[in-house]
């Protein structure tokens, strides 16, 4: 669910709703009942060009037709409205939410690594690096109810597949 909104990785306020199983108004009332909380960097507020640029990378939508533009959470933003949300699903899912933001970091400092670096075993160290931290994502919200699902990443500096195999239960 994170995506790149201004250069910043954001939960849109739609799934920050599901994430914290309350309603999206409920996430704007947060928001507005506690500007101080806020401050810039917490909040990027979408204009249509970026919503409709949004919507468009997506061939279906469960966003529907929206009447305000949606909010987008930067990591800090996470952060602050979890300390307004006191449910144990809000705590829950906000740890779930930094342990991600964190693999993310990582990884993606672990690859910019990779071009300057020239030793093969320390390259090869990197890459397996890269592929255990995208495993741990992927492994902690990936559910499959197929027998084996494959996913593979192409970047710029590494190739990653990932398949799950699903034992039978009997």
Request: net charge positive; glycine share 4%.
């Amino acid at each position: 669910m994170i995506i790149e909104i201004r250069g910043q990785k954001v939960l849109l306020d739609s799934d920050v709703a599901k994430i914290y199983d309350v309603e999206v108004k409920r996430i704007n009332e947060a928001v507005k009942n506690n500007p101080d909380k806020f401050p810039n960097g917490y909040i990027i507020e979408l204009n249509d060009d970026e919503w409709q640029n949004l919507k468009s990378k997506f061939l279906t939508s469960s966003w529907g037709g929206k009447r305000k533009l949606p909010k987008a959470f930067t990591e800090k933003g996470l952060y602050m409205l979890a300390t307004i949300l006191k449910s144990k699903r809000a705590t829950k899912a906000t740890i779930a939410i930094i342990e991600t933001f964190t693999k993310i970091r990582e990884l993606s400092r672990t690859i910019k690594k990779l071009p300057s670096v020239t030793d093969k075993k320390e390259q090869q160290s990197l890459m397996q690096k890269s592929g255990e931290i995208i495993a741990e994502i992927l492994d902690d919200s990936l559910e499959t109810d197929e027998s084996e699902t494959t996913i593979e990443l192409n970047l710029a500096v590494l190739k990653f597949k990932h398949t799950i195999k699903k034992r039978k239960n009997g």
